[in-house]
């Protein structure tokens, strides 16, 4: 008996009572024709779904079917930032695409991309989510995802994504070149910072786009790169009229002739900063002929300039608006050259001479004479320097000078000098003077009397002075000692710090006594005693212990917020009470290596006083 199929069973439907002498053609949707004899089992041809749905799956969106430029036309007419992010998540094409639509915006918003996350889709996804808030201002990518980074592909969307940006820095993205820095300049006109750093597919093309494209650029940093030179820095010497602010260091092919141009057509320059170049006695010529506008000068490493371009720096006369000079490990600067800028820079306020080992107190002298409107000068590794020319300097300075800092100055050394009649320096309010091993109390004490409206002391390190050398510039300080720092200077004793708060007591806001061993308890008496305005204080590696601690939260007219007790093996849990007083006015403590004192009171602490930073 022939059987048919009804829908009943699946594999076996069930069997017709009537014959049918007819052959049946049964169709199936539109794709399966079913022949059928009478009174037999149908035999059906089943389609292949798994292809078939495979085949569905393998055939793309139609939208994804049209072109770039058709889906350009879609995207650029959302007006909403939802949409347009939305968009934008479909996929990395998409993401493209939208990237490259520019909005116009104000361009406020600030981006920094650094290591794993310096990608060109990160890069398209910040151009299309600025441009619907604020549009993109400020970018900066540091160091590059080593496996996908940042390549031309993700500075051209930010190109046409972002055409407000007004700053851009670049370090350490060797896959970035010419081309990418080109679309920037094509895109961004509003460019006004460019730092570029260890950019090493970078060269004097970019440079080229960039002054043609961005004449707003006011602010130039490139640091270590091998293929920028002269050329590229004439170009935006001749193009960018408003750039005031320039930074070279490190840049084997730069040399005179690009320095020289920057100086001759870029006549707003007012801030300039040359380190670790090939340029010599040439170029700082026409910088002090022709540096009319710069205020600030700073020439780090220049080995191949010498005296002679020093010399030629001051005598020029060009640098009349000087306001701050920096030299740095540059062996041109002699006791000549400084002379020699001392009596052409008539504007100079601020001096820093950092390893500039020809410098002798015989140059110091003669430029303090000089200078007659320096408040600032710091000196740093300039060995040559001794007692004489310090002191001297100081009675020349006399009405003028603010500051003085003396850093790793190993040529000076006490010595008993014989200076009658020098002149006290009435202007000085702030001296530092660290790890000068060889500066001890006799030097401190002629220091001390020509310098008696001091304000701020700084003689960290100084291991070689005591009480002895100490008191006489306490005495004489006639203004009231505001901020002292006597951090390693460990032979000093609780005598110098009590006289300290007696005398200053009225007027100290900071005092540090980190390492000072031979200071105990007895200071932090006088201290609380006499220290009305006192807000810092440091008695790390000192021999401080729980009385001393039990005194300072008695005292009623203290009012610390920062206390550093690192460090001191003397205190332990008995102090918790009293740290506990003191910490409702405290916003900072430092608790650790306070072995004495138990993790449990240490998380007790923390607990109760939880408006104050505890470092345990």
């Known amino acids: 008996m022939g059987c048919e199929m009804d829908g009943d069973d699946e594999h076996c439907p069930r069997r017709s009572l009537r014959p049918n002498p007819l052959r049946r053609m049964y169709t199936i949707g539109s794709n399966v024709n079913l022949y059928c004899t009478p009174n037999k089992r149908a035999c059906i041809s089943t389609p292949d779904i798994f292809g078939i749905l495979k085949h569905k799956q393998d055939q793309k969106p139609s939208i994804e079917i049209l072109p770039d430029e058709c889906l350009y036309e879609i995207f650029r007419r959302f007006s909403s930032g939802k949409e347009r992010s939305m968009c934008a998540c479909v996929s990395k094409r998409w993401l493209v695409l939208m990237a490259s639509i520019c909005k116009a915006e104000d361009g406020y918003l600030t981006r920094c991309l650094e290591g794993k996350k310096a990608t060109d889709v990160r890069l398209a996804a910040i151009a299309v989510g600025t441009s619907t808030r604020g549009g993109l201002g400020k970018l900066s990518v540091r160091g590059s995802n080593s496996v996908c980074g940042v390549t031309n592909l993700g500075l051209s969307a930010v190109a046409h994504g972002c055409p407000f940006l007004r700053s851009l820095s670049l370090w350490n993205v060797s896959s970035v070149g010419n081309k990418g820095l080109s679309e920037i300049a094509k895109g961004c006109h509003m460019l006004e910072k460019l730092d570029l750093c260890k950019a090493s597919s970078i060269s004097n093309k970019s440079l080229i786009a960039i002054a043609k494209g961005c004449p707003n650029l006011t602010t130039l940093n490139i640091e270590s790169c091998p293929k920028i030179g002269n050329d590229g820095l004439q170009a935006i010497a001749r193009c960018c009229p408003k750039l005031h602010c320039i930074s070279i260091k490190d840049c084997p092919l730069v040399g005179d002739h690009g320095v020289s141009s920057l100086l001759l057509s870029a006549s707003n320059l007012s801030s300039v900063k040359l380190q670790d170049l090939n340029i010599t006695d040439s170029s700082l010529a026409v910088i002090g002929h022709y540096g009319k506008a710069i205020i600030n000068l700073v020439l780090c490493g220049l080995q191949n300039v010498n005296e002679r371009g020093f010399w030629f720096l001051g005598a020029a006369q060009g640098l009349q608006n000087l306001k701050s000079l920096t030299v740095n490990s540059c062996r041109g600067v002699t006791d000549a050259s400084i002379e020699a800028i001392g009596k052409g820079c008539t504007d100079l306020k601020q001096m820093f001479l950092y390893k500039c080992c020809f410098v002798s107190d015989n140059g110091l002298v003669a430029f303090s ?80 009397k020509l310098c008696p409206q001091l304000q701020n002391v700084d003689l960290t390190g100084l291991y070689g002075i005591t009480d002895t050398g100490l008191l006489p510039l306490l005495e004489n300080c006639v203004a009231g000692l505001v901020k ?11 005598k110098v710090v009590s006289e300290l708060a007696r005398l200053h007591g009225g007027t100290l806001k900071l005092l540090n006594l980190d390492g000072c061993r031979k200071i105990t308890d007895a200071s932090l008496v006088s201290i609380a005693d006499n220290c009305l305005l006192l807000n810092d204080l440091d008695v790390s590696k000192c021999a401080i212990t729980d009385t001393g601690i039990a005194v300072l939260s008695s005292a009623r007219q203290l ?22 007083k003191l910490g409702q006015n405290l916003v900072g403590l430092n608790l650790q290596n306070c072995n004495s004192i138990g993790s449990n009171t240490v998380s007790l602490l923390v607990e109760n006083l939880w408006r104050c930073d505890i470092l345990p």
């Open 369 to 448: 004479k000089a200078a007659g409107s320096i408040d600032n000068l710091r000196l740093e590794e300039c060995n040559s320097v001794t007692q004489f020319g310090i002191v001297a300097s100081l009675s020349n300075f006399k009405t003028t000078l603010k500051s003085l800092t003396l850093v790793k100055c190993m040529g000076v050394k006490d010595i008993d000098l014989e200076v009658p009649m020098l002149s006290p320096c009435k202007s000085l309010r702030y001296l530092s003077i660290q790890n000068c091993p060889g500066f001890g109390d006799v030097s401190l004490a002629m220091v001390g």
């Open 484 to 494: 002292v720092n006597l951090a390693g200077c460990w032979n000093l004793t609780d």
């Open 559 to 580: 009012s610390l917020q920062v206390l550093s007790l690192s460090n001191c093996s003397g205190i332990t849990n008995k102090s918790v009470p009293f740290l506990t």
